[in-house]
């Protein structure tokens, strides 16, 4: 990596985690405390609530060589070079995805790195989620051995006052390969089967 950016990204890490902990109270649970100290390579699925979500993640997983799903709508923002971590994002056009990302998320696992993706496609702007887009299914088909990780978000990004920025990281679930279909609606209802599982896990961040 280029030493200005690595340097660059050392410097982004220090400001968003202060800015997204102290801002924002984070609060992170895990389904298995032993991730904590140990995190497990995966796709990290999360709810999409608002665009800081993706600093969020960084956040939560910044002892993690986490790479980031981004739309080209963000990913072609010249400006957005300057705060985001680029050499960590792969773009996809959310309009003609293509196979691309599917090879760079590849390469990445290769390496012993992690990809998040958020299946909603954009932000939901609540935490009523919306439909779940399969690509994360696609991407654990051509994954040998990496296994689904539900994230789930509750609360607003109410800054030092309000409600507090609650996180819980799931247990690693295998994918299923008996579910994956090309047939539309048999993906559907296998993602449904996710958003399920993380809105469960909303659930219990409220209780």
């Known amino acids: 990596m280029n030493i200005l950016v690595r340097a660059k990204n050392l410097i982004l890490t220090g400001v968003y985690e202060a800015f997204i902990t102290l801002g924002y109270r984070l609060k992170v649970v895990y389904e298995d405390p032993a991730q904590k100290a140990d995190p497990v390579q995966g796709i990290y699925i999360c709810n999409h609530m608002a665009h800081l979500d993706g600093l ?36 996809i056009n959310r309009d003609d995805p293509g196979t691309e990302w599917i090879h760079q998320a590849r390469s990445v696992f290769n390496e ?60 690693p679930i295998e994918f299923d390969r008996s579910k994956f279909s090309l047939d539309p609606v048999k993906m559907a ?14 659930e219990e961040l409220r209780s």
Not at 196 to 202: D, E, K
């Open 189 to 202: 209802d296998y993602a449904e089967e996710f958003r399920q599982i993380i809105a469960r896990m909303q």
């Open 56 to 91: 969020l993640v960084r956040t939560v997983f910044r002892k993690m060589d986490m790479h980031s799903l981004v739309t080209t709508d963000w990913y072609d923002r010249k400006w957005a070079r300057a705060i985001l971590f680029y050499d960590h994002c792969i773009p």
């Open 112 to 171: 012993g790195g992690s990809v998040n993706i958020f299946p909603e496609g954009h932000t939901s702007k609540s935490e009523n989620m919306n439909e779940f887009h399969p690509g994360f299914l696609m991407l654990a088909s051509f994954a040998r051995d990496i296994p689904i990780i539900p994230v789930a978000t509750t609360g607003k990004y109410s800054f030092l006052f309000g409600e507090r920025k609650k996180v819980m990281v799931g247990k």
